[in-house]
Nanobody
Framework: QVQLVESGGGLVQPGGSLRLSCTVS????????MAWYRQAPGKQREVVAR???????NYDDSVKGRFTISRDNAKNTVYLQMNNLKPEETAVYYC?????????????WGQGTQVTVSS
């Protein structure tokens, strides 16, 4: 059974920081690209950051320079360090795992963790 379990969300003041974690089980973690998405109320889910199996990263323009995605294959965990948070970044943040194996796509999602940026 594949499980992606996010943690680290919460309430933070504007300008503050949070570190999200996503621990994965049931798949060969090192074979999957990982990503963080977020979904604000009434909006579509959007990708925030990605990290490949080779640790190549890319970010949405809105978070470049403030967010950092990283992975620890020994711990089957992906992280999202978020600095200088803004109120408009209040959303549920989701962890995503994706791999293409033998011409088939495999995608898994976590249950999400709430991030609220408010004074």
């Amino acid at each position: 059974q594949v499980q992606l379990v996010e943690s680290g969300g919460g309430l933070v003041q504007p300008g503050g920081s949070l570190r999200l974690s996503c621990t994965v089980s049931g798949i060969i973690f090192s074979s999957y690209s990982m990503a963080w998405y977020r979904q604000a109320p009434g909006k579509q889910r959007e990708v925030v950051a990605r990290i490949t199996t080779g640790r190549i990263t890319n970010y949405d323009d809105s978070v470049k320079g403030r967010f950092t995605i990283s992975r620890d294959n020994a711990k089957n965990t992906v992280y999202l360090q978020m600095n200088n948070l803004k109120p408009e970044e209040t959303a549920v943040y989701y962890c995503n795992a994706h791999a293409r194996i033998l011409q088939s796509d495999y995608t898994y999602w976590g249950q999400g963790t709430q991030v609220t940026v408010s004074s």
